[in-house]
């Protein structure tokens, strides 16, 4: 159905409330075109002298004014107002407060369908209309101002425009076409009001209409301002009238209440609105290959944690976590320190070798346009696909990528061989694909394939973040990322440094070990096969009388050959968490860390917080262990790593305490590690530099169904829960609206005059559809 260009004429009957007025219509010339309407403000004979010098003040040339001689009411008042206008109506209460976009979306929506006669918007006092409390008087939302509340509606809208038993009469648009076919509200029997929009909406249902809510759209109402006096002899007057003429009318709503397909959208708004950002901000996706914030598919690690950290240091920014398993797409929100859970799910589960797969490429387009996501981090691509990159190109999104791992250099990640040994400095087409054929079943060339897709894909990257140098070495070896033109930044890892953590790392052991006659040397971290457990345990085994060395083992081990080892100088502590690394070190006594990774360390966590501790280490001279340790001068290095190797290595310095209190020194008083202030800093000058400051627009058609795939994914999760909780909700919400009612008040009315039921004057001073409007 098409509208004709003419403006929408707004009708606002005055009575007194001269400061609603006042807000009322400021707000209606800030959040409106002046070409959309005309504002007609009839003044009801108001008392107050306020209004007429107000009026008089208006000079707008869209306003038209009128005056009544004599107090006409509020019915007779609006029909004045519609029987002067020759375009649709909009009757408005004067004390409404109207947000950005109002009226073409009330249009929009009355246009939607050719047999709507009303639209009422959603509002925070308007009963049947109210949010974010169903059938309640509601403040704004703590936090919240109208016009963000009205935003986040809209942002979140599925335009189901549900059908209502009567619009509500805070703000009630009216079609001219229906008003010269049906005619103007009864104000005969309506007298000052109360019943007129329902006896309306009942005589525009009999012609064939509907009368809708518009879904996208939130109108501000404070309440009820005039009549109250009479409010209650009105009510049941007016009752009586209403249920004589349409004895239905009572039915419908009842029936309205039992199947309310209001409901679910009020529901909607509630579970979105801890997560919404009271104050716009710009939104960034994640991609990793677990949760950050719970243990999901496997324990947290490194870049769990990394991804935590800036989630949690960069509070301007609403950031959205995606990872995948099996056919579930688990999309996690994480704003105003609230999480909230989207389920989407795909048909066949993404495995190394699914390069694209085109449902996953739908839910992508669905999340990154239905949240008007503005930057992509992509910190891990394992079980996704390289679908993201494409889609951040065409829709000119920036992606940025850290490279935790080798994941892109090689899809089994570690740079490890079929027989657990460091691989990448003599690798062969041959021998890679043995390897593969031998990890993962593929019998082709599949790595030569996975390195193509790889370089397909990098020229859609907008920054290269490398957490050391040595990572660089290698993607530059692989892929000649200079020649590229990708540009790079290398930003380590920041961990948590306490105040007296860095004042007190010097004191870290109560003696030399030359004093004690024994070395404190500790093994930490995860301890498997490619972090060194082989030779870890080999070099417990040794029995060399030349040094004393009590061993310790810091973490947990996951290598079964190690876990069973047993020695009178080997003593197993377990885990431990980021936090209290430093005082296991000091408890300890440690004076010597190994850290003895097979594959090349992307960067280490735990290097950082043995240098926070005060402790040199001994590392293996591959990867970020190697340079950051040579580059710091913090340690001792290991060529050719073996358990012989290391061992001379803890001869030498045993024989040298010199040596070693001099880099134990300096790692104590003048080494520096970077904390999470630090690398906070550094991402906000990231995501800043990269980020577009223009907002992007997106089809309202292409953003309805997105809201809709988004609330379903919402409602998913925990399904059983849910639809529990809804069961309750709505009971609870359906009773309380149906004794809001106006047909349960005149239920209750006759049941009183026949002396079936004594009820109180409290619940005849409430009006579901009615009230909220005066």
Not at 265 to 293: F, G
Not at 452 to 470: A, G, R
Request: glycine share 4%; aromatic share 12%; charged share 25%.
């Amino acid at each position: 159905m098409i509208r004709s260009n003419s403006p929408v004429d707004i009708i606002i009957p005055i009575y007194n409330a001269f400061e609603d007025l006042v807000e009322c219509v400021d707000s209606l010339f800030l959040n409106t075109a002046e070409h959309e309407f005309r504002l007609f403000l009839i003044n009801d004979c108001s008392p107050d002298n306020r209004i007429e010098h107000y009026l008089e003040s208006l000079n707008f040339s869209n306003i038209v004014k009128v005056s009544n001689d004599t107090n006409l009411g509020f019915v007779k008042t609006v029909n004045k107002g519609m029987s002067i206008s020759n375009n649709d109506v909009i009757l408005l209460n004067s004390d409404t407060i109207v947000t950005e976009n109002w009226l073409s979306k009330l249009v929009q929506c009355a246009y939607s369908n050719e047999r709507i006669a009303t639209v009422t918007p959603f509002t925070n006092n308007g009963t049947i209309c109210s949010v974010p409390n169903f059938g309640e008087d509601n403040e704004v939302p703590n936090g919240f101002t109208i016009n963000r509340f009205a935003e986040m509606i809209e942002d979140i809208s599925m335009r189901k425009y549900p059908q209502l038993p009567t619009a509500v009469g805070f703000c009630m648009y009216i079609k001219r076409s229906v008003l010269d076919e049906i005619g103007l509200f009864d104000d005969e029997s309506y007298s000052k009001g109360y019943g007129e929009e329902n006896d309306f909406c009942c005589r525009a249902t009999e012609y064939g209409y509907i009368n809708v809510l518009d879904d996208a759209t939130f109108v501000y109402h404070k309440g009820s301002m005039s009549f109250k006096d009479d409010k209650e002899t009105l009510i049941v007057r007016n009752s009586e009238v209403l249920r004589k003429k349409y004895p239905y009318y009572f039915d419908r709503v009842n029936s309205f209440l039992a199947s309310n397909m209001v409901f679910p959208l009020v529901e909607n708004i509630k579970k979105q609105l801890p997560a919404y950002s009271k104050i716009p901000k710009k939104r960034i996706l994640l991609l990793t290959h677990n949760t950050v914030d719970e243990d999901w598919l496997f324990k947290r690690g490194g870049t769990e944690m990394h991804v935590k950290d800036i989630i949690d240091g960069l509070e301007e920014y609403e950031f959205y976590t995606l990872t995948t398993h099996g056919t579930r797409v688990l999309l996690k929100k994480f704003s105003n320190n609230v999480t909230m859970n989207y389920n989407f799910f795909i048909e066949y589960p993404i495995e190394a070798h699914t390069f694209y797969q085109a449902d996953y490429a739908k839910i992508l387009n669905i999340i990154i346009k239905g949240l008007s996501i503005d930057l992509i981090h992509v910190h891990h691509l394992q079980r996704h696909t390289y679908d993201i990159f494409g889609i951040a190109n065409n829709l000119n999104i920036p992606l940025v990528y850290t490279a935790h791992d080798y994941h892109l250099i090689c899809p089994s990640i570690l740079l490890m061989d079929h027989n657990g040994e460091y691989c990448y400095d003599d690798i062969s087409i041959e021998k890679c694909n043995s390897c593969l054929q031998s990890k993962m079943g593929y019998g082709t060339a599949f790595r030569q394939q996975w390195r193509n897709e790889v370089l397909k894909n990098l020229q859609f990257i907008s920054l290269m973040i490398y957490p050391s140098e040595s990572v660089k070495v290698y993607f530059e070896k692989e892929y000649q990322i200079n020649k590229l033109n990708i540009p790079f930044k290398i930003t380590e890892h920041g961990i948590v440094v306490t105040e007296e953590e860095d004042k007190n790392r010097d004191s870290v052991s109560n003696k030399s070990f030359t004093d004690r006659g024994f070395i404190n040397v500790a093994f930490v971290g995860n301890f498997a096969k490619h972090k060194g457990s082989d030779i870890i345990r080999e070099v417990l085994a040794k029995n060399n009388r030349d040094i004393a060395i009590n061993w310790f083992l810091i973490g947990d081990i996951q290598d079964r050959l190690l876990d069973e080892y047993s020695n009178g100088t080997v003593y197993k502590i377990g885990g431990y968490n980021r936090n209290n690394l430093s005082m296991l070190l000091k408890q300890y006594q440690i004076d010597i860390v190994c850290l003895l990774s097979v594959v090349p360390e992307t960067f280490s966590y735990t290097l950082s917080e043995t240098w926070a501790g005060g402790i040199p280490v001994i590392v293996n001279d591959r990867g970020a262990l190697g340079s950051r340790v040579e580059d710091n001068k913090s340690g001792w290095l290991v060529k050719n790593l073996s358990s012989d190797n290391l061992f001379n290595k803890l001869l030498e310095i045993s024989k040298d305490y010199d040596m070693y209190s001099n880099v134990k020194d300096y790692v104590s008083n003048n080494l520096k590690v970077t904390t999470i202030v630090n690398m906070i800093s550094s991402y906000r000058r990231i995501y800043k530099e990269n980020i577009n400051d223009e907002v992007r627009e997106i089809a309202q058609v292409e953003k309805t169904t997105l809201n809709k795939e988004l609330y379903e994914s919402l409602v998913v999760l925990n399904q059983n829960n849910i639809h529990l909780e809804r069961e309750l909700q709505y009971k609870d919400l359906q009773l309380q609206a149906i004794y809001n009612t106006l047909g349960w008040r005149l239920l209750n009315y006759l049941r009183k005059n026949k002396g079936v039921m004594v009820i109180g004057k409290k619940v005849l001073t409430h009006l579901i559809q009615i009230k909220s409007r005066k």
